[in-house]
């Protein structure tokens, strides 16, 4: 690791985020208790996956450098097409993705979409 080019002031911030990184995430170990939580909370935890999920895929999917898809001929719409109506068709993951990908590489490797 190359350290020359890096200030102290650099090592200092990236110190502090780590430790404010660790005492954030071990806060609620010293506990014994369950901690009560409000009866929205549960229900609300159940979207968190879908909602992280959504945030991360559906602007790689329909994004390219920042700009919307300005052509049909693009590899992954027609993958994430192809997932979603698996998934919706089975309900099983493992044939969203293979499926997906299935679609998705003949048409980047052999079209060049």
Do not use: C, K
Not at 22 to 51: C, E, N
């Amino acid at each position: 690791m190359d350290l020359q080019g890096t200030d102290l002031w650099t090592l200092g911030v990236l110190a502090a985020m780590g430790v404010a990184t660790m005492v954030s995430r071990s806060f609620f170990f010293p506990s014994d208790t369950a901690w009560p939580r409000p009866r929205w909370a549960p229900r609300g935890l159940q979207y968190a996956p879908i909602a992280a999920l959504s945030a991360v895929v559906v602007p790689e999917v329909i994004t390219v450098q920042g700009s919307l898809v300005s052509t049909w001929q693009d590899a992954r719409l027609f993958a994430a097409a192809a997932g979603a109506a698996a998934y919706f068709w089975q309900r099983n993951v493992l044939l969203t993705i293979v499926l997906g990908m299935a679609v998705y590489l003949p048409l980047r490797m052999g079209l060049g979409w």
